[in-house]
């Protein structure tokens, strides 16, 4: 399946063009070196740290997925395990096996929420990284009517915007919105809200989009549990792409809700909070599977073999710190 993707939209027909860059996963605390030695064997070892407490089934879980990530991504024999409150790989000498173990890593929360639009039915995309969360990028809302002298109510002016109700009702609009802050992002509530998301290109954030909840069907979530697998696929010129298969559930929910409901609608397909693409819904039926592209440039062989991992292999239970020794 041969996806064309466009400089700014991508269109959606019966695939999805996604512009993947997968960084490693980070979170809070500070990135200390260790250099530890596991029962049994012997070397130098990256940890991966949880960045929230976990129990040791949670630990053992998330080891497990990434041994199996890194399976699927052809290194078997770099092999993580639970080692106290953290993980620990070996320090692979394969400059190859280190990125292939930075993109594994990542936690690989898959939801797919709508774009909202401005009053003139245009996508709400803001450039760049936009003002610090609560600072420099909204202005006070409109105040509540007030009786006058006379005992009539004047009306407050009307909002800057026409932004949807919500974090952007009251954006300034030459600065737009700020990003949603993680403290939001991670209460389980969030994927009944509006939010603004970062798209990203390399480490810069390019592009923010202003987003709805997290799709849904009554209480069935468009999230990572709606797919059965997915695997890396080269085309015959040399193009790679990662192809995902929906459960039957979820391929019957996806073309009844995205494919009917939402039809030349944009959908933004969002991986751990960051926004992969948002392309235009044009058509109706997808049967069974749809194609993520890379776009541009396209994806590398390990990216979209790591994707694929990423999304084949399910959510880990915990972000991970991704320490270096020597870092």
């Not at 592209?293 to 062989?301: A, L, R, V």
Request: a negative charge; aromatic letters at 6%.
């Amino acid at each position: 399946m041969v996806v064309m993707v466009e400089r700014r939209w991508q269109r959606m027909t019966a695939a999805v063009a996604a512009s993947v860059l997968i960084a490693s996963c980070s979170g809070s605390g500070s990135s200390t070196t260790v250099h530890t030695s596991v029962p049994g064997d012997a070397g130098r070892y990256i940890s991966l740290t949880p960045t929230t407490p976990v129990s040791s089934g949670e630990l053992a879980r998330a080891a497990s997925i990434l041994n199996d990530r890194l399976r699927l991504v052809g290194f078997p024999n770099v092999v993580v395990k639970p080692h106290g409150t953290a993980l620990a790989v070996l320090t692979p000498t394969d400059p190859a096996a280190l990125d292939a173990l930075r993109q594994v890593s990542a936690v690989g929360a898959l939801a797919f929420r709508l774009v909202l639009v401005s009053s003139t039915g245009a996508p709400l995309e803001f450039a760049g990284p936009g003002p610090a969360s609560g600072v420099g990028g909204t202005v006070p809302c409109p105040a509540a009517p007030a009786p006058t002298d006379a005992g009539v109510t004047q009306s407050p002016p009307a909002p800057p915007t026409t932004f949807p109700a919500g974090p952007l009702a009251c954006a300034d609009p030459s600065a737009g919105p700020a990003l949603t802050p993680d403290s939001v992002l991670q209460d389980p509530a969030s994927v009944n809200q509006d939010v603004v998301l970062p798209q990203y290109t390399g480490k810069d954030i390019t592009v923010r989009y202003a987003l709805g909840p997290v799709i849904r069907d009554g209480t069935y979530l468009f999230t990572g549990e709606i797919l059965s697998s997915a695997q890396a696929q080269i085309d015959a010129t040399g193009v790679w792409s990662v192809e995902v298969n929906f459960t039957t559930t979820g391929g019957s929910e996806w073309d009844k809700i995205v494919g009917g409901q939402y039809y030349q609608q944009y959908v933004a397909i969002v991986l751990d909070n960051r926004v992969e693409s948002a392309p235009q819904i044009e058509a109706q039926k997808f049967g069974g599977s749809a194609t993520i592209s890379g776009g541009g440039s396209g994806f590398t062989k390990i990216e979209a073999e790591a994707l694929a991992a990423v999304l084949g292999s399910g959510t880990l239970p915990v972000g991970l710190t991704f320490n270096l020794p020597g870092a």
